[in-house]
């Protein structure tokens, strides 16, 4: 899809639609001198008031260049980020739906309540995460033939034009970022077993100019990461670590920020086993790692000031003779011993030796990591919110502010002394589950946070908003890329953590 951003109000432009967003009850002089009393008659019957989620199709006027539609989507109250992205996917997708090739964007119908390129940015990330569909493997009509191949951006003037810009290419760059996690996520795990998988992100990695390293088993159980790979041992596919690097000019020695992301390409419980119910979604279960690899590929082409790091660990936890048993004790990469009470709560092992290695290997300075981890922060905060856990009040504060302004929401849960507590062994050091019914989100997080150890730290469980069976805006149904853009904007954006004093909760 190409993006242009142009001056004017796109009657001009030869595109198929005019794309104008409005506010309830917003009026505009221009449209209705254009199309007459078409636009009064919509608000008369009240199917086009501006309200948030309403689009309409009205017939445009022969002209010179002019459009063949109009195409209205409602803000709601005012305008917003958050409004103008719902708004621009609906449009957008309205257009694919009428089979129309080129849209203008009036980007001066998004209000004054923003700047030119958030405006510019959020108006790209809606067509552009709105469009998004997985046809690879269907037969028959090609999808590509009915796909909005061109978006130009009107309305800007002086330098307003540049910020538009900007806007557009940074916009481009988290929607590229995010739709990669999608495909990631919504590729079956047949052809993404931790091998393939791995194979992917060092493609992805060669061709955005990222520094690229991928350790397999024998250098992980050189390392002693014992905690990992113990997930896999069920496995006939050998595990991999990713570690891709993003390293500006002018910043070699600074030390980076780190993105940890859990990888498990299918989950079958090991021994303790899931029910059938629901299992084929486990295929999901690797979205961290896809929100990691593509917040990566959104770094690469924003190009911030910081270096950045990311990790994944890629295993299978699969059912098989060697399996992991309950009741087994391995030894992380840091040296603490971990009794396993129950092998379907993996993925805090493979994160355990994940963000050791980081804060061991990078020194970073700070670490969020990103996890479908528990069925428990679903149940506490539904399928919509990402639980977010932490140490350092900046970065959460920071995390919290970006999740707003991203639209991926989270929320901050408790981090209490007692979670810690409950995740200690009675003959190892810890237990990979609590002994209690309540707070599995919370105790999890407690046993994190042993790994993370004194460097500032965030973590997401992510396993709510990760995927989606009900299509929204600009979330179609599958795998959402939750996350990716909150990490990009954390590294665009990045500015030295302040000390923080007194010590965090957990183990």
């Not at 190009?303 to 992991?324: F, Q």
């Not at 971990?338 to 290695?357: C, M, P, Q």
């Amino acid at each position: 899809m190409r993006f242009s951003v142009v001056g004017g109000e796109g009657f001009d432009q030869g595109t198929d639609a005019l794309v104008c967003l409005m506010a309830k009850d917003e009026k505009n002089e221009q449209l209705e001198n254009i199309l007459g009393d078409a636009l009064a008659s919509l608000r008369e019957r009240k199917v086009f008031e501006g309200k948030e989620g309403q689009v309409s199709v009205l017939p445009a006027p022969d002209g010179g260049g002019a459009p063949k539609f109009v195409i209205l989507a409602g803000l709601g109250d005012e305008a917003s980020p958050e409004s103008v992205r719902c708004a621009s996917a609906l449009a957008a997708r309205r257009a694919r739906a009428e089979s129309l090739k080129s849209v203008a964007v009036s980007a001066s119908t998004t209000g004054n309540g923003f700047e030119a390129r958030e405006a510019a940015q959020a108006i790209v990330e809606g067509v552009g995460l709105g469009l998004y569909r997985m046809g690879k493997y269907k037969s028959g009509d090609n999808d590509e033939k009915n796909e909005v191949s061109r978006v130009v951006l009107c309305g800007g003037r002086g330098r307003n034009l540049s910020a538009m810009r900007r806007g557009v290419r940074y916009g481009r760059a988290l929607c590229e970022g995010t739709n990669y996690a999608r495909d990631l996520i919504n590729t079956p795990s047949n052809e993404k077993r931790p091998p393939a998988l791995a194979d992917m992100a060092r493609a992805m990695a060669r061709r955005e100019g990222l520094k690229c390293r991928v350790l397999d088993e024998k250098q992980m159980a050189r390392m002693k990461m014992g905690a990992l790979l113990s997930v896999n041992r069920g496995s006939s596919e050998p595990p991999r670590m990713v570690v891709l690097e993003y390293r500006p000019e002018g910043a070699r020695s600074q030390k980076p920020i780190a993105f940890v992301g859990k990888g498990v390409t299918f989950d079958t419980g090991g021994i303790s086993i899931k029910p059938s119910g629901g299992l084929e979604l486990m295929t999901t279960d690797m979205s961290g790692a896809a929100a990691v690899l593509g917040a990566m590929l959104a770094v690469a082409r924003s190009k911030p000031r910081v270096p950045v790091i990311g990790v994944t660990g890629l295993v299978e936890n699969m059912v098989d003779g060697d399996a992991t048993r309950p009741g087994d004790i391995v030894r992380s990469m840091k040296g603490t011993t971990i009794e396993i009470h129950n092998t379907d709560a993996e993925g805090r092992l493979v994160l355990a030796d994940a963000l050791h290695y980081t804060r061991e290997k990078y020194k970073p300075q700070c670490m969020i990591d990103l996890a479908t981890l528990t069925g428990a922060c679903m149940v506490a905060l539904g399928q919509k919110v990402t639980g977010m856990y932490g140490t350092h009040d900046e970065l959460l504060g920071r995390v919290r502010d970006l999740g707003e302004r991203t639209g991926d929401r989270v929320w901050h849960m408790p981090l209490f002394p007692e979670y810690g507590e409950a995740m200690k062994g009675k003959l190892a050091d810890m237990c990979n589950i609590s002994g209690a019914r309540w707070g599995g989100a919370n105790t999890a997080a407690a046993f994190l946070q042993h790994f993370a150890d004194e460097t500032p730290w965030v973590h997401l469980d992510i396993a709510g908003p990760s995927h989606t069976g009900k299509a929204d805006p600009y979330r179609p149904e599958g795998g959402t890329g939750v996350g990716v853009r909150i990490l990009a904007e954390l590294a665009m954006g990045w500015k030295r953590l302040t000390p923080q004093e007194g010590k965090a909760y957990g183990c």
